[in-house]
């Protein structure tokens, strides 16, 4: 078969399900073009390391054309897709260039969502990308550099004030690190101030953190953060966000970094299919995960809305959009050979990790519950295992060694111009 009548798959996003999608079609003749704005697949779940400084972007991010070289089936395109014809099938590309596609899976992901007040966005940052997380590591550790540097008390305090807006995985594991980099860390560093004194708030606006989990976990993650000195405030929304800090019901909270790990919004992408989407601007996708009327095209992962069976619906997580990917490409690979499609997308829910801090963490694997030490090494095996490369594998274990014997944070550098900050309280 010749190369122009062979079927040509295009898949936009190269996070886990696009490139588990790849992966799995690695024999089959089938042209496939990747598409994506950035140029590495980004392991996600240990995003919030590199945002404090424990682990260096490249430890949690590989090439896509290093990890696809000897797939000979693949071509990486850097680019930014910016609409979808659905009938002449084919993607527009930001640099006004298109390619034509027989298959589409989309899989561009998620962004942040402000709930309606994206002004929020230039105070409180979120943690999608390497951009975000270095650039949510300087903020942070300028935040100690402005305190040791500002002579009146009340300024200090508000530099040494730190909030994380948001009771998921995220948010806990981002607000317990920040209390261990505050007491352990950065300990005998200044002169003029003490970072132990420090205040790291952890802010949910539903009864209780990691909501996801049982609530006996729920409750020993909230000891276990409290434990390291974080202030876990549950039950009320935050309402305001500024440079000086949050509105919690009634009360203003002087805070000078404040992070946003409160809920995400699907890609813009979804929009461009004139198709029906969820309020998180989710595609609702077919069972087998397909659009309705659309069998040459697919979404997957954190942009896919499906309610399964059993009228659970499937969860934006790192293994889901695996499982996705691969079940495209099984669905695909049926296609070519002229065999049975294999049916909706199953989602087999192996459980939920989650770390608080220095040998703290909880495990929910169905009947099984962790919490504690065990938890933790739990955690650091399977993280550990799902990193792509034998490299990225030891440079994280010798980082987390070194860290755990001597609290350092290898990663502890401020990059770019450190210019004096503006003073909010003055016109």
Not at 117 to 137: M, N, Q, S, V, Y
Not at 185 to 196: C, M, S, V, Y
Not at 228 to 238: A, K, S, Y
Request: charge should be positive.
């Amino acid at each position: 078969m010749t190369r122009e009548r062979t079927p040509h798959l295009v898949i936009v996003g190269g996070g886990f399900a696009g490139l588990w999608a790849t992966r799995a079609l690695a024999s089959e003749r089938i042209r496939i073009t990747l598409v994506d704005r950035r140029n590495h697949h980004l392991f996600q779940p240990l995003l919030y390391q590199v945002a404090t400084a424990g682990l260096s972007a490249p430890d949690i991010a590989a090439p896509l054309r290093h990890i696809l070289g000897h797939q000979r089936n693949v071509e990486v395109r850097l680019g930014e897709v910016t609409r979808i014809d659905k009938q002449a099938r084919s993607v527009q590309l930001v640099d006004g260039t298109s390619l034509e596609y027989d298959t589409l899976l989309l899989a561009s992901g998620a962004t942040h969502a402000y709930f309606g007040h994206d002004e929020w966005a230039k105070d409180a940052p979120g943690l999608k990308t390497l951009d975000d997380a270095i650039a949510l590591r300087r903020k942070l550790l300028l935040a100690f550099e402005r305190a040791e540097a500002e002579p009146d008390p009340e300024k200090k305090a508000a530099w040494l004030s730190f909030a994380v807006v948001g009771g998921g995985p995220t948010g806990v594991e981002l607000a317990g690190t920040l209390a261990e980099i505050a007491r352990h860390t950065l300990r005998n560093e200044f002169r003029h101030i003490d970072p132990a004194s420090a205040r790291v708030r952890l802010v949910e606006a539903g009864p209780r953190v990691l909501s996801t989990f049982p609530d006996v976990l729920s409750l020993k993650a909230r000891r276990q953060l409290e434990k390291l000195g974080v202030e876990v405030l549950t039950g009320t929304p935050v309402t305001s966000i500024d440079s000086l800090g949050f509105q919690l019901g009634e009360q203003f909270v002087p805070a000078r970094t404040v992070v946003w790990a409160a809920g995400v919004a699907a890609s813009p992408l979804g929009a461009t299919l004139d198709v029906a989407l969820d309020r998180a601007g989710r595609v609702l996708v077919q069972p087998d995960l397909t659009l309705p009327g659309h069998p040459e095209l697919f979404v997957a992962g954190d942009l896919a809305a499906l309610t399964q069976a059993d009228g659970r619906p499937v969860p934006g997580v790192a293994p889901a959009a695996k499982q996705m990917g691969k079940h495209v490409a099984d669905t695909l690979r049926a296609r070519l050979h002229g065999k049975p499609v294999p049916g909706p997308f199953k989602y087999a829910d192996y459980g939920n990790l989650a770390t608080i801090g220095r040998m703290a963490a909880i495990v929910h694997l169905g009947k099984l519950q962790l919490s504690g030490v065990l938890a933790w090494w739990f955690w650091l095996a399977a993280h550990v295992f799902f990193l792509i490369g034998f490299r990225n594998r030891m440079v994280v274990l010798l980082n987390w060694a070194v860290a755990y014997w001597s609290y350092q944070r290898s990663a502890r550098i401020i990059f770019g111009d450190v210019k004096p900050p503006k003073d909010p309280t003055r016109g």
